[in-house]
């Protein structure tokens, strides 16, 4: 292979691989809050005022929210819980809305984004910009991934580079071992698809699973409730046979007092006819 034909493949290898840095990463997030920003100033010129910041924290807030909230319908097996009961949370819609209150309208948006960044487009136009930067803005979790993904691209490159440095020979049995190595994995892939049915059937077996689980844990609090309930009706015949047993003493007591009563006016009236008697002596 020519001198000339390596140095062209290396120019247009350059040319299409375009590396992510930082500060390209940086210029995306500008560009998004900014335009955000921009935008939701025009829904409301007069009272409504936000940063580009703003805008990203925000936006960072709610992709958290969310994510939250999907890890909880994901073990959902727990149900709701006592400290969801003194919150009034009774349902698992409710705890999902108390964790975000916006599941609903993010949901749409955010459950079937795209799992990897898009690569950058020199010929795209701001809209596509815009959309990419929005992407990596949901999808991205920290720096520290940023940079652990442009090393690795940057080594793939630099392999890249000392591969074309070698002769025809060479190249050609590079491209042989490629071969050998893409057949098979897709021999690998065939077996993966002959295989795929089966976790589907382990997962459909959890998912029952599960479900048994939120069954059974229902059928336990409404056990409880039950129980609380008989509780609290003896609780309420217990106090009521009280109150009749006071009502009762209250009335013997009463009954003693008039009949005391009585006693006491017969003695006066003894005593007044004993006195009549001696003065008319």
């Known amino acids: 292979m020519s001198s000339n034909s390596k140095q062209t493949r290396k120019n247009s290898n350059k040319q ?3 590396q992510w840095k930082k500060e390209h990463i940086l ?3 500008e560009v ?3 335009s955000v920003a921009k935008e939701l100033e025009k829904l409301n010129h007069d009272s409504f005022s936000i940063t580009d910041q703003q805008v990203q924290s ?7 929210g969310y994510n939250k909230a999907r890890d909880y319908l994901r073990s959902t097996g727990e149900g709701i819980d006592d400290d969801d009961e003194k919150l009034k949370i009774e349902t698992i819609k409710a705890k999902v809305l108390n964790i975000e209150p916006f599941f609903d309208e993010l949901d749409p948006l955010i459950r079937d984004r795209p799992k990897s960044t898009p690569h950058f487009n020199a010929d795209s136009e701001l809209t596509d910009l815009l959309h990419q930067a929005e992407t990596f803005l949901i ?3 920290s720096v520290d ?10 080594e793939s490159f630099d392999q890249e580079e000392t591969r074309e440095e070698h002769d025809e020979v060479e190249v050609e049995v590079v491209e042989e071992a490629n071969n050998i190595s893409n057949r098979k994995r897709s021999g690998d892939d065939e077996l993966r698809k002959k295989t795929a049915k089966k976790p589907r059937k382990g997962a459909a077996n959890i998912a029952a699973s599960l479900l048994r689980m939120v069954e059974a844990k229902a059928e336990i609090e409404k056990e ?12 309420f ?14 009335a013997i007591r009463l009954q003693e007092c008039k009949e005391r009563s009585l006693q006491l006016e017969l003695e006066l009236e003894k005593l007044k006819e004993k006195n009549r008697r001696e003065n008319q002596e």
Do not use: T
């Not at 015949?237 to 209250?250: D, G, N, S, Y």
């Open 16 to 18: 299409n691989y375009f």
């Open 27 to 29: 210029s995306l997030i």
């Open 32 to 34: 998004l809050g900014k």
């Open 58 to 64: 925000k936006i960072k807030g709610l992709n958290e």
């Open 139 to 141: 999808n991205s979790s």
């Open 145 to 154: 991934e940023l940079d652990e993904k442009e090393e690795e691209e940057e």
């Open 224 to 235: 409880k409730i039950k129980h609380r309930a008989e509780i609290d009706d003896k609780r």
């Open 237 to 250: 015949e217990l106090e009521k046979e009280k109150m009749e047993i006071m009502r009762q003493q209250v």
